[in-house]
């Protein structure tokens, strides 16, 4: 099936087209998974405590410099140059927390349909950039039968980041477009996968140590704990206890999903330097922009 006709599905709208959840019980989860009033912060744990913004209405919007991540070299990583989300269905005042840190791109990494079916909230100054980066066809879901089938597709998923052309094409076009000045934020819909893979692109284009980077990646699962836990009790109140252990491992950042993607990279490319130039067709130029933003 060709790459723009898939849909990658997560969340409420997952929950809706393929678990039949009705909207009633969609609203009630709006109302479950936030555990902080609207436009409050989150209280954060002691290894984020740097972070500048934490929005009630996006849980896992973070800057991708971190709270401290250091290059290879022991450098700080530039804060306030490159920030990642979940999907923008914004509370008024984080849309204008964010405009406040000078958001001038938005780039959003969902499908076509995701867009149309959840388009996020406009931040005052941003720009909005449609990238479609992957795409799982919907029977893909719908035939899960437990856990392990679940585990193969999102190794697939990951696969999919270094092997079909399409997404190296469109994470091509992403990168590109992050090399240029301005504060960009990059996001998809749980902030996980697409999201994840290119937070961890930049984090080693900046030489951070592979241990920081994947810790930054599972940072997910702690960031969107509630939201995550709310849409499984639905899934289990809906479909039945068991059907939530099935499906757990589509909502989850998985350290061996981001090793399938590295293992995907060496047999192919040999290093992540050649898959950058060679996979994703970056300029050398475009690799050097990123790092001079990333390092200061």
Aim: glycine share 8%; net charge negative.
């Amino acid at each position: 099936m060709p790459h723009p006709t898939r849909t990658y599905v997560r969340g409420q709208r997952f929950l809706h087209r393929f678990f039949q959840v009705p909207r009633r019980g969609l609203d009630a989860l709006d109302r479950r998974g936030t555990t902080q009033p609207p436009g409050r912060p989150y209280p954060a744990p002691m290894s984020e405590a740097e972070d500048l913004v934490r929005l009630a209405s996006a849980d896992n919007f973070r800057d991708v410099a971190g709270p401290g991540h250091r290059a290879g070299d022991g450098t700080p990583l530039r804060t306030g140059v490159f920030y990642r989300s979940n999907e923008l269905r914004l509370t008024d005042e984080d849309a204008a927390s964010i405009a406040s840190l000078g958001v001038s791109a938005i780039h959003d990494l969902r499908t076509r349909a995701e867009v149309e079916h959840r388009p996020g909230v406009d931040v005052p100054g941003a720009t909005r950039h449609h990238v479609d980066v992957l795409g799982i066809p919907l029977e893909e879901i719908t035939e899960l039968a437990d856990a392990e089938a679940a585990v193969a597709l999102m190794e697939r998923v990951y696969r999919g980041f270094v092997e079909e052309p399409a997404t190296r094409a469109a994470l091509g076009t992403l990168l590109t477009s992050l090399a240029v000045e301005g504060v960009h934020l990059f996001h998809c819909t749980a902030g996980k996968d697409r999201t994840g893979w290119t937070a961890a692109l930049l984090l080693h284009l900046a030489g951070v140590e592979d241990t920081v980077v994947l810790a930054d990646y599972l940072l997910t699962n702690t960031r969107a704990a509630a939201s995550r836990a709310a849409t499984l009790r639905l899934i289990a109140e809906t479909r039945g206890p068991d059907s939530a252990a099935v499906f757990e491992p589509v909502l989850l950042a998985d350290a061996d999903y981001l090793h399938t993607a590295y293992a995907a990279v060496e047999a192919r490319y040999g290093t992540r330097e050649r898959y950058l130039l060679d996979g994703l067709g970056l300029e050398p130029q475009v690799l050097d922009a990123l790092r001079a933003r990333l390092r200061g």
